[in-house]
């Protein structure tokens, strides 16, 4: 059974999120992962599960969230090294994140030194509509986050979700920090990267994952008619599986080809960066 706890994790700071894997399971990597704007730890359960039954834990590490504090003083670099130590040997340490988590993420990537990097929902302005007052408003948000009812269920009912937080600026200095980050002279570019986003992202563009794709030379999966939230929406099974799977080719070489290519009875191959699935 896999376990899943609110309780002091071995990185520093107050409780954060942890999804372990079953005790007669071996564990096979570890992802961190920086949730973005209004979210919490308890907001990716689902994915967290999904991920330690194949083997990898998921930690939402004691950190500030994306944007709260100035990035000098958002450490990384502590959470990926006790992450390492507490890990079986060679396995890898993933830094993840999405909408803002994503993009600190990618800031701290230098700093931090992880083995890869899962960028979700990058999102690219700085410039917020207004924050939500009125029922259509936060039917708005729902609609922009997910198209997976259960996973709307979830946020309608959750106390400690933040609704309107959508609409809030995302920091400038995260933005440039993270462009920074991205550019071909800088380290990161070598980090082994998945980009995942929704084709349908009412937030963010799908462009703006195929241009930070481009340049950190990064794998990229556009889940079809996905919305801002990839990790939780309608097609979560199928983006979870694109994730374990980008994960196994990380643990055997991140330059390793897909270990698995789907063909009709034709013989022809259905573009890879483009995933369907059904409601929860």
Do not use: K
Not at 52 to 68: E, L, N, T
Not at 244 to 253: D, I, N, P, T
Request: glycine share 10%; with cysteine; charged share 20%.
């Amino acid at each position: 059974m896999t376990t899943t706890t609110a309780s002091p994790v071995p990185l520093t700071g107050p409780p954060s999120g942890v999804w372990e894997p079953a005790a007669d399971v071996t564990v096979r990597g570890t992802v961190l992962l920086l949730p973005g704007r209004g979210e919490h730890p308890g907001v990716y359960a689902r994915f967290g599960r999904r991920l330690a039954f194949d083997g990898y834990r998921v930690v939402v590490p004691a950190v500030p969230a994306a944007g709260s504090v100035p990035l000098d003083r958002a450490d990384l670099a502590g959470p990926v090294a006790e992450a390492r130590r507490s890990a079986p040997p060679g396995t890898p340490v993933v830094l993840a994140g999405s909408d803002t988590g994503a993009l600190l993420a990618l800031a701290a990537a230098r700093q931090a030194a992880p083995d890869g990097l899962l960028l979700v929902g990058l999102p690219t302005t700085v410039a917020a509509p207004g924050t939500p007052d009125t029922a259509d408003d936060w039917t708005d948000e729902l609609g922009a986050r997910t198209s997976c009812p259960a996973h709307r269920g979830l946020l309608a009912a959750d106390p400690d979700f933040r609704p309107g937080a959508l609409a809030e600026d995302v920091p400038a200095d995260l933005v440039r920090a993270a462009e920074d980050a991205a550019a071909d002279d800088v380290p990161v570019s070598g980090v082994p990267v998945l980009v995942v986003h929704g084709s349908a992202d009412p937030v963010s563009p799908p462009a703006t994952a195929r241009r930070f794709a481009e340049r950190l030379a990064a794998d990229l999966v556009l889940v079809a008619d996905g919305r801002h939230d990839a990790l939780n929406d309608a097609a979560h099974r199928s983006v979870a599986a694109a994730v374990v799977q980008w994960l196994e080719r990380l643990r055997g070489g991140p330059h390793l080809p897909a270990q698995i290519v789907t063909t009709d009875a034709g013989g022809r191959t259905p573009d890879p960066r483009a995933l369907e699935g059904n409601p929860a």
